[in-house]
């Protein structure tokens, strides 16, 4: 009975609402990163094989692609150490707030790191809704063109040319407007569609803003996390200072 009541007691001290953010933390910067560095590999091979096959015109693209790709590198490695913080964090401000150690005194530098993670989750749950939206950009361009072959291929558009039919990226301001061919119309859309890069690029891409949306939640859920744990924190310091004599 004494082993039991002590596991009960260990699993009492469990930050649980910190332990579901740092996975769905995890699994998500994992997919949004993951799928974000292929899905930019097959863009760029789809703008030089169909929309821009001079190497000048999109140079700057690649670029910027080839920097984002970069800065993927460095969310992942950044995340996946600030998730093990914030769960450690979440233990002990956890073992603070239930008192499983009779002998443990808050700290003002325990609360002060409370303080700082509450708000720097705060600040990065706000950037990471610009990354959910910025993510939601590419999904919308890929679905314009996959729309637009999906209705040339149906028996209920009755068409009178589908050659007249076209998708230009240059209005997106992917490519400059000098780029050749800039356009692709009717069949040669068709087939582009049909490859094997925009597909996967496509649906890589509704993975990686899935990715994004994921890790919005689970910094919201350590936001509600440590903000409840810091505000007891700080609640039991003021009973401290209160009935020391």
């Known amino acids: 009975m004494g082993c039991f009541e002590c596991c009960i007691k260990c699993l ?3 930050p649980y609402a910190s332990l579901v953010a740092t996975i769905l933390c995890f699994s998500g910067v994992a997919l ?3 799928c974000g560095h292929v899905a930019l590999t097959g863009t760029v091979t789809i703008l030089e094989t169909h929309f821009s096959k001079v190497t000048t015109d999109h140079a700057m693209l690649t670029n ?9 590198y460095g ?3 950044f995340f996946f150490l600030y998730g093990i913080i914030l769960l450690a964090e979440g233990f002990y401000t956890t073992s603070a707030v239930k008192e499983l150690h009779s002998e443990f005194k808050t700290t003002i530098c325990g609360r002060c790191i409370s303080g700082m993670f509450v708000f720097l989750t705060y600040i990065l749950g706000v950037a990471w809704l610009g990354v959910f939206g910025f993510s939601a950009v590419p999904v919308f361009l890929f679905y314009n063109m996959w729309s ?8 209920m558009a009755n068409l009178t040319n589908i050659d007249s039919i076209c998708v230009d990226v240059r209005q997106y301001g992917i490519i400059p407007w000098n780029a050749t061919p800039g356009k692709a119309c009717g069949s040669t859309l068709g087939d582009i569609c ?6 996967l ?9 899935a990715g994004a949306g994921a890790t919005v939640i689970a910094l919201l859920i350590y936001m509600m996390a440590t903000t409840y744990n810091f505000a007891v924190l700080k609640f039991k310091s003021r009973e401290d200072c209160c009935t020391k004599f």
């Open 194 to 199: 049909n490859t094997s890069e925009f597909y």
């Open 148 to 155: 637009t072959c999906a209705a040339m291929k149906s028996p």
């Open 201 to 209: 690029s496509y649906h890589l891409y509704i993975v990686a803003c």
């Open 32 to 34: 949004f990163c993951g």
């Open 75 to 77: 969310i992942a490695s």
């Open 64 to 72: 910027v692609i080839q920097l984002m790709q970069y800065v993927i």
């Open 12 to 14: 009492g001290g469990v």
